[in-house]
């Protein structure tokens, strides 16, 4: 962000090159170069490339000074400077990330730019300011004429995997989702294990990227911590004769308030 100019080049000799669409994905700003007239000169910088689809999170980096970690949750969340952008560029798309932790929270991103009476449909959120979404305080901006084309769950997606088995009833108005609870889950997911280890061979490398979906299936159980160790054990995704479902039936013992015979695991 600190060089748009370059960015516009690298995102016109991608386009050039390639069918699909090529998208951004940028922050507010970075380090000093953080207002919002800064914002505005990058996005119209960056889109004489041809790009129309920006992916903003909603908070500036500070690349020297903070972690990775840190640039996640200390610079202030700016989700109205996003639904200014909407406002700004009619022309262009965006989606928004950052904390946003359920699905009630993108829904109400999602559909901001709804009349008030609206919000309470499907695609829309509890009625809840954007300006205490998450928990996380930033200023109220007043609807914008467009809404935001997507919103992106980044590390609720991986810490809490099961909210998004409701994503089709709640954010996309279907009646009702494909699966409902974990065993169903679970024995589909197993079966498609089974295929890819039929077409690809057993391998330790095959065997992590199998079990690592699983890791937090079970966010907030009762002995979640024994179960992922369990799950990632060296010597057990080792092995020559690698069955995830033993893997799977193993770890979930030390799961105490998980009734495994719902799952079809019990007595493995």
């Keep these: 962000m600190l060089q748009p100019d370059l960015v516009r080049q690298i995102t016109h000799a991608m386009r050039r090159r390639v069918s699909i669409p090529v998208t951004v994905k940028c922050r507010l700003g970075a380090d000093d170069r953080d207002s919002y007239p800064e914002l505005q000169e990058f996005i119209t910088t960056v889109k004489a490339s041809g790009v129309t689809h920006f992916l903003i999170h909603a908070r500036k980096c500070l690349l020297s000074g903070l972690s990775t970690t840190q640039n996640r949750s200390i610079p202030p969340i700016k989700y109205d400077w996003v639904y200014n952008l909407c406002n700004d560029y009619p022309e262009l798309d965006f989606s928004l990330n950052g904390h946003v ?4 929270e993108a ?8 009349q008030d009476e609206r919000r309470t449909s499907v695609l829309v959120g ?4 954007p300006a205490s979404i998450g ?17 992106m769950l980044g590390r609720a997606a ?21 699966i409902d609870t974990k065993p169903q889950l679970i024995e589909q ?14 391998s ?25 160790a369990c799950l990632l054990h060296e010597e057990i995704i080792r092995k020559k004769n690698f069955d995830i479902r033993d893997v799977l039936t193993m770890s979930m013992k030390h799961l105490s308030n998980v009734d495994r015979s719902a ?6």
């Design 263 to 268: 799952f079809g695991l019990d007595g493995r």
């Design 204 to 228: 330790k490398k095959l065997a992590l990227a199998l079990v690592k979906p699983l890791t937090n299936l079970f966010h907030g159980e009762v002995g979640i911590k024994h179960y992922k």
């Design 126 to 129: 509890n009625g809840s300011s």
């Design 101 to 104: 932790q359920t699905l009630a």
């Design 189 to 202: 997911y197993l079966r498609y294990c089974d295929r890819v280890t039929e077409s690809e061979g057993s």
């Design 107 to 114: 829904r109400t991103h999602l559909n901001y730019h709804l």
């Design 135 to 151: 928990g996380e305080k930033c200023n109220i901006a007043p609807p914008p004429r467009k809404g935001l084309k997507g919103v």
């Design 158 to 178: 991986f810490t809490t995997p099961f909210i998004l088995a409701d994503a089709d009833r709640q954010i996309f108005g279907q009646r009702k989702n494909p």
